[in-house]
């Protein structure tokens, strides 16, 4: 039998990675009780993926000049469409140096330049070198260095624990119940909640992302209460390995990197002619489409990535994980030839609703990085922007959870209820002898995302794609797994969160279906046009009882004049 004993904490994190660390130092700093909860071990979370680098406003580059905090903000906002809040990109590119001078300071090994200033290169759709760097492994750097720092303070970390709901006491967030993978029990956890649970990238069958990352933060958020924003906006990277979809860095182009066609051309010439090869994502990725679609890929699927020109100490010195992926996964050497790359589902700009202090609209519940929408990404990301989000934010979120802590004890009946009601749950999954597998609902699931939400998007074509999903939610209530043990049953897990994954599908594809325009990454072949006068506003969705309801926000402006831009 399953204890029926109360986790009591002050703050809560879900999630171990960048953003759930920064939060949880930050809370501790401040004098909380802090317990970070994740479903792997935090030095496992997706943030340890980065490669390329974290931007700052900060004018290392040699005979370059300075660089402001003001033209990081613009390059920001005007990659993203114009679909970024304004006084959330404000507060991101101004605390930019000081974020990245703070992880320098509390032991990252950046990449230097020989005067010794923290190494910058340049990074698409930005129009200064301002992207620190660590090599190609940043993220890895970075996670490092905040695990370490936490476990230095009294941070409880329960990690192999995947939450299955939150508590909703008196109108407000009290706490979460979450299955002990190990064990197979499932245990309460009380104190204002900080979801920090990265993307849901894995709902395509091209992505980047770890296998982790199947939104289990959005779903949790919408299912309380919280809205979501913004879902439509999948980025795909240009360039990620042919097959099996491992990011090939933006600091490879970066650092000179050519793309090249199967005739050896270099194709950005005719899509971006003054960026060329550092054009932001959504328009690299759309022209290696193009041109694989007319018939000048290589074997029809992919394009070059060609860095042989740079040389064999530049790509050991800077791009050395890059070359070790290509030698392992795909038998390349960069040195000698060039690696096949074709685009694959990056990021997600949408996420849960929140204020520029990380808050909610259920009290007691704060959301930080990319399972959040702040939104200072917009319809379309910048490279390096993303884990500048996790440490700015994450600190903003810990900070501001930690300034009203409540001292009523939770009601325990709110808790005893939720966990009996995820205990049923559980047990239909696993008690059902026969059924339909997970693995079969799930691929099904990705491949019509890719196929009728990927990078380019037709209104018909999508409302296919919708009453698929629909009909793979009715076959979600046959899913079993084959066994029923509770300890460490991955299948189990795999199961909660395709019924994650399946929700946030459906959000997706309504808001995209809705957004009968092109803007960012979201690119329709019926509607190629953008149009302010009708979209230049957030999608909303909420949960209400017959579905996803969607509405509209208002889109916060500021210092910068919405500007044209080619499609």
Known sequence: MEKEMLNEHEILVIGGGLTGLRAALEALRSGRDVAVISKVHPLRSHSVAAQGGINAALGNTPDRGEDHWEDHAFDTVKG???????????????KAPEAVLELEHMGTVFSRFENGKIAQRPFGGAGFPRTCYAADRTGHNLLHTLYEQSLLGKIKFYDEYFVTSLIEDDGKCAGCIALNIREGTLQAFSGKVILATGGFGRIYNRSTNALINTGDGAFLAYDIGAALEDMEFIQFHPTTLFDSNILMTEGARGEGGYLRDSEGERFMKDYAPEAMELAPRDIVARAIMTVVNKG????????HLDLTHLGAEKIKERLPGIRQIALDFAGVDPIEEPIPVQPGQHYSMGGISVNTDCETEVPGLY???ECACVST?????????????????GKIAG???SEEVRGQKADKSSFSAAREKDRNLINSITEKKQGILYSDVLKELRETMFQHFGVFREGEEMREGLNKIKLLKEKFAGVYVESDSKKFNQALIRTLELRNMLLISEVLALGAIAREESRGSHYRTDFKERRDEKYLKHTVVKKEEAGPELEYSTVNLGRFEVEEREY
Do not use: M, P, W
């Not at 469409?81 to 959330?88: E, I």
């Open 399 to 401: 900070k501001k959870a």
């Open 296 to 303: 000048r890929g290589i074997e029809d699927e992919y394009v």
């Open 80 to 94: 993203s469409d114009y679909l970024a809040d304004q006084d959330a990109v404000e507060i991101l590119c101004k």
């Open 377 to 393: 990404h917009g319809a379309n990301r910048l490279g390096g922007n993303s884990l500048l989000e996790t440490v700015v934010f």
């Open 367 to 369: 959301a930080a990085g």
